[in-house]
């Protein structure tokens, strides 16, 4: 009698694992026993691994408690007040509008962090980690707007399985964007070129507070007054080109950007004294020509925000508006980047899904884009602090 019964195919043999995979096996089987840890944090010569990895594993689970004491400081300006000298809990509470008690709290918290001192005489002075803030615009406005990043992360899952959903499974509209989403509009919006131009200004204010971290190491990694004409794409309000503007005298200056986001550029730029030298160019590189005339592009913290089909059409773009010859630097924080990372893989994986589109990318996997767009020479430029921006320099060749 014959059956209507599938038979599924025998399971293919699974290879055997090798010596790597069985001594990686054996780790994580003595890691995950109780009883080995116990007698690793009791043995002299294994105990400060033990308590390394006992901290490392403690500061994941409370590094959203970290963050919102470093969010408190920010915005109590606390480290702009302990700038010009130390001061008690109680003045500070004083200035701050906090009981003496709560004052006390924070302080002991951000002492910990290594963002303020405990001082002779009961003052209270910068940390270590405390003393950079000062006067730093730039992290302060990371810090702050961060409170949107984690209104979406309350919970990841969601995110995670909104990214591939259809609109009828995500009756609650997590894919369509959450908070982050709102901050930075011409992620989820269909036509950017349309935003009026009040929805841009929280974003475009948080760019040009920030770009003095990136600006530097990328005019100290490139001269640019090699070039005739600089054109800066996604170049926001103009910041970067202020700058290059000082390196370059000679250097004339171009500038791409959403519609909304040029006005504000034109008028930055005219109020630094560049109106002469700097012309501005607003559309949407997928549906508009990026401007000709320039002998070198940038693309500073731009191609992050798109997926590889679109990564890949600005790519192409910015090839064609260049003559031959002609230089593209590619300046963003990249994955893999060694010794940060956890800035790729983790902060700008879940920053980007948050935000509703990108994702970070190694140097590897940006040359690849390079070289598929039609650029040739493609190299890595070493910065000073790769953490905050890797430069990848590639050129035209025909």
Do not use: K
Not at 30 to 36: E, K, R, T, W
Not at 132 to 151: C, I, K, T
Not at 289 to 310: N, Q, S, W
């Amino acid at each position: 009698m014959a059956s209507d019964t599938v038979m599924a195919p025998a399971a293919a043999p699974q290879p055997q694992p090798g010596w790597r995979e069985r001594c990686w096996a054996l780790r994580d089987r003595l890691l995950a026993s109780p009883g080995f840890r116990r007698a690793a944090a009791r043995f002299p010569l294994t105990r400060p691994v033990a308590r390394r990895r006992a901290r490392a594993l403690f500061d994941l689970v409370a590094g959203f408690v970290y963050s919102q004491v470093l969010y408190a400081c920010v915005q109590l300006r606390l480290f702009d007040l302990l700038a010009p000298s130390a001061q008690s809990c109680t003045a500070l509470a004083t200035r701050c509008g906090l009981g003496e008690e709560a004052m006390l709290r924070l302080l002991e918290a951000a002492e910990s962090l290594r963002l303020v001192q405990r001082r002779r005489g009961g003052l209270w002075g910068l940390g270590a980690l405390g003393a950079p803030m000062v006067g730093n615009a730039a992290v302060a406005a990371m810090v702050e707007h961060h409170a949107a990043l984690y209104a979406d992360l309350r919970d990841p899952l969601a995110l995670l399985r909104a990214e591939q959903a259809e609109p009828a499974d995500d009756p609650a509209g997590v894919a369509a964007g959450g908070a982050l989403a709102r901050y930075w509009p011409y992620a989820a919006h269909a036509s950017p070129d349309r935003l009026a131009p009040a929805s841009v200004a929280a974003y475009s204010a948080l760019m040009t507070a920030s770009q003095p971290l990136v600006a530097d190491e990328i005019l100290g990694a490139y001269r640019v007054a090699r070039h005739r004409c600089l054109l800066d794409v996604g170049g926001g309000e103009g910041l970067f080109l202020v700058r290059a503007a000082e390196r370059a005298p000679g250097l004339r200056l171009m500038l791409f950007d959403l519609p909304a986001v040029a006005d504000r550029a034109q008028q930055r730029l005219a109020q630094a004294g560049l109106g002469a030298r700097a012309s501005v160019h607003g559309g949407d590189f997928r549906s508009t020509p990026l401007p000709r005339g320039a002998d070198l592009i940038t693309l500073v913290r731009v191609v992050h925000d798109h997926d590889d089909a679109t990564a890949l059409a600005l790519l192409r773009a910015a090839f064609d508006a260049l003559p031959a010859g002609g230089v593209l630097l590619l300046a963003e924080p990249m994955a893999g980047t060694a010794g940060a990372e956890p800035m790729g893989g983790a902060y700008f994986g879940f920053y980007l899904l948050a935000m509703g589109r990108g994702r970070p990318r190694t140097a590897q996997r940006l040359a690849a884009l390079l070289q598929e767009a039609g650029f040739a020479q493609v190299r890595m430029l070493p910065t000073a602090l790769p953490l905050q921006a890797r430069v990848l320099q590639a050129r035209r060749a025909r």
